[in-house]
């Protein structure tokens, strides 16, 4: 028999910009079980809840995740709004589902080049983030900021963007997805990539709903679950289908976040096409008394706020479920039985953000 051995992986790993610990068992250089340790990060974000304004807490949502700020902000937004009965603006709708398309296409081009540089595809991982930039420089002249956007409030949005630089904005879509689809094509075609993510870190559909995968590890593996479809900002009027693979390895997730980029793109387009006129905002009255749970599509999966308020402008509660923290049981199920050199790989296929999920 084999003699079997503990390695650590983690918190400090060159493919983690994170800490995330795992113990992985080893029977020589196979993994025979992976345990997980989390925890390492804590930044007392729920307890502010009780010492910002609710209108205010905004910013602080925002700072949950650099990478899904805009998401976070409108989560929390739009639940605040459901226990207050406000009715936002269709403008207002259309820019908040623009800017988190925008979010979602920046998060995806990060974790390509992230996931190319895993694999060591050096080339690959800088034109994935030369992409990037070009989202990152819309967001900022729409917006200010290129990371943290500060737009999304509770009763609409700080910041309108004007006809012409909407024209713009699509005049740019096309050839800017061309370029998507030219490194899109690298990651679903080349055979270098092919070989080093099909059949790695395979989870079927049945364990990926019973574990409760979230985002791209659910959907490639045949899960067709995502929050866009319930049709919260304007995504009701935009016609959304998710994309969805069924091979369930490294290599599905890697397409699944590939084709979604191209789906992000056709829905600013349309967004943009549809624009309504009109305010941005409404005044808001009053203070928040009631519960509710609300939830978005982040780029990793679906998030979901808590927030309860007691009539008093501080909320009572907060409570937030990331999507990585969903799909750490996944995880677990993907690393037995394979090579410790392929950790890296199938770790950072369900993209994990650490400080996000711990808060």
């Known amino acids: 028999m084999p003699e079997r051995i503990i390695v ?33 990060i804590h930044r007392g974000l729920e307890r502010l809840v009780q010492k910002r304004e609710y209108t205010e807490y905004v910013y602080v949502a925002e700072r949950i995740c650099g990478i899904c700020s805009f998401i976070h902000a409108l989560c929390y937004s739009q639940g605040v709004e459901h226990i207050m009965k406000i009715e936002v603006p269709d403008r207002a709708r259309y ?64 910041r309108d963007i004007g006809q012409e630089k909407l024209d713009e ?33 395979v989870i079927s559909k049945d364990e990926a709903y019973d574990l409760g995968a979230a985002g791209p590890t659910a959907r490639g593996s045949g899960v067709a679950m995502d929050h866009r479809e319930t049709g919260y900002a304007a995504y009701g009027d935009l016609g959304f289908k998710p994309v969805v693979e069924t091979t369930g390895d490294c290599y599905a997730r890697c397409a699944v976040r590939v084709k979604e980029v191209y789906a992000s793109i056709d829905l600013i387009r349309r967004a943009i096409e549809e624009m309504p006129e009109g ?21 990793r999966g679906e998030v979901i706020h808590y927030l309860k ?20 049981p996944p995880l677990v199920k993907m690393l037995p039985g394979i090579q410790l050199a392929d950790v890296p790989v199938v770790v950072l296929s369900i993209d994990p953000c650490i400080g996000c999920m711990e808060r």
């Open 279 to 299: 305010p941005i905002d409404v005044k808001v009255k009053g203070t928040p008394d009631g519960e509710y749970f609300s939830r978005a599509e982040q780029p």
């Open 309 to 328: 308020g007691d009539g008093s402008k501080h909320l009572a509660r907060a409570r937030i479920r990331t999507p990585t923290l969903a799909n750490i």
């Open 8 to 40: 650590p992986f983690g918190p400090q790993h060159p493919v983690l910009p994170e800490p995330i610990h795992l113990d992985l068992v080893l029977e020589d250089e196979k993994v025979v079980e992976a345990i997980p340790s989390i925890g390492y």
């Open 169 to 201: 904005m699509h005049r740019t879509l096309d050839p800017f997805e061309q370029k998507c689809r030219d490194l899109g094509d690298v990651f679903l075609n080349d055979d270098t990539v092919k070989y080093r993510l099909k059949g790695l870190g």
């Open 95 to 158: 820019l908040r589902t623009i800017w988190s398309e925008c979010s979602r296409i920046h998060s995806h081009l990060l974790w390509l080049g992230l996931f190319a540089d895993g694999m060591g595809f050096e080339n690959l991982f800088m034109r994935s983030w030369q992409l990037r930039e070009s989202v990152l420089d819309v967001l900022e002249d729409t917006t200010g900021g290129r990371v943290i956007q500060g737009t999304c409030k509770v009763g609409g949005v700080r």
